[in-house]
């Protein structure tokens, strides 16, 4: 049977709130259609595009990747806002991490995944990944409640382990490998790092009004890489 009961973390606007930030909702778009006729029946059928090929994970099993992925979409889902927590990345920068500075936390999430995906499949029938949204939420809430069986010690500890993960994938510098686009950032309407800030910049910023410079901490040379644990390695794209 479904849970009819909202997610009290899975919505965007519960997240900005609790931030303090407020954001206006992105407009709609536009429904895309094909008139009647418009196609004829004699022109050649063209074959689907081959599927693209899978990001490979560094330290995730192809299993647990997939199971991630569709974790941190509902921890922090794509909406009419915007892009979520999957389009930031926050999946990459955890699995990146699990082979450095999180290297402690492998066991955990090897359990813990196993365990979530164990306890999908008793209570609702089917893999977490397999179920509708509404059944992942339910799935997550009893998780993060302490109410899902299976796991070693409480579930509730899984749960914060990898929200609190999923908002460092999400909301850090985009050096570690999340926060791809700025996603996160702009998210909560961080202007981005700045080694000087005029007054004009501060009154803009007071105002809401000062553009996002969309720059890492590592696009500055007064900011060493090599000071960076070289376990918490991601997108070094950024300065040399």
């Known amino acids: 049977m479904t849970d009819e009961r909202p997610a009290r973390i899975f919505t965007r606007r519960d997240l900005l709130r609790t931030a303090g930030?407020?954001?206006?909702?992105?407009?709609?778009?536009?429904?895309?259609?094909t008139p009647a006729g418009a196609?004829?029946?004699?022109?050649?059928?063209?074959?689907?595009?081959?599927?693209?090929?899978r990001e490979a994970f560094e330290n995730l099993t192809a299993a647990e990747a997939d199971l991630l992925e569709a974790i941190v979409a509902r921890l922090i889902?794509?909406?009419a806002l915007g892009p979520g927590a999957k389009e930031a990345r926050a999946a990459h920068y955890i699995d990146r991490a699990l082979g450095g500075a999180l290297a402690s936390s492998r066991q955990a999430y090897e359990a813990g995944l196993a365990a979530l995906d164990r306890y999908?499949?008793?209570?609702?029938?089917?893999?977490?990944?397999?179920?509708?949204s509404n059944d992942?939420?339910?799935?997550?809430?009893?998780v993060e409640s302490g109410a899902a069986s299976g796991f070693a010690g409480s579930s509730a500890q899984f749960f914060n382990l990898v929200l609190g993960h999923t908002h460092q994938g999400?909301?850090?510098?985009?050096?570690?490998?999340?926060?791809?686009?700025?996603?996160?950032?702009?998210?909560?309407?961080?202007?981005g790092v700045r080694t000087m800030v005029t007054p004009a910049d501060q009154q803009a910023l007071e105002k809401g009004q000062l553009k996002a410079n969309h720059k890492s901490a590592?696009?500055?040379?007064?900011?060493n890489k090599a000071t960076v644990s070289n376990g918490f390695h991601g997108d070094t794209s950024h300065a040399d």
């Open 120 to 132: 999908a499949r008793s209570s609702r029938g089917k893999p977490f990944t397999e179920l509708a």
């Open 39 to 53: 196609a004829e029946a004699t022109e050649p059928v063209q074959a689907p595009p081959a599927a693209a090929a």
């Open 21 to 33: 930030f407020v954001t206006a909702a992105a407009a709609a778009p536009a429904q895309l259609f």
């Open 170 to 191: 999400t909301f850090g510098d985009p050096y570690y490998g999340g926060n791809a686009g700025f996603i996160g950032w702009d998210l909560l309407g961080y202007p």
């Open 218 to 223: 590592y696009d500055f040379e007064a900011f």
């Open 77 to 79: 889902p794509s909406d």
């Open 136 to 142: 992942q939420d339910a799935v997550l809430m009893n």
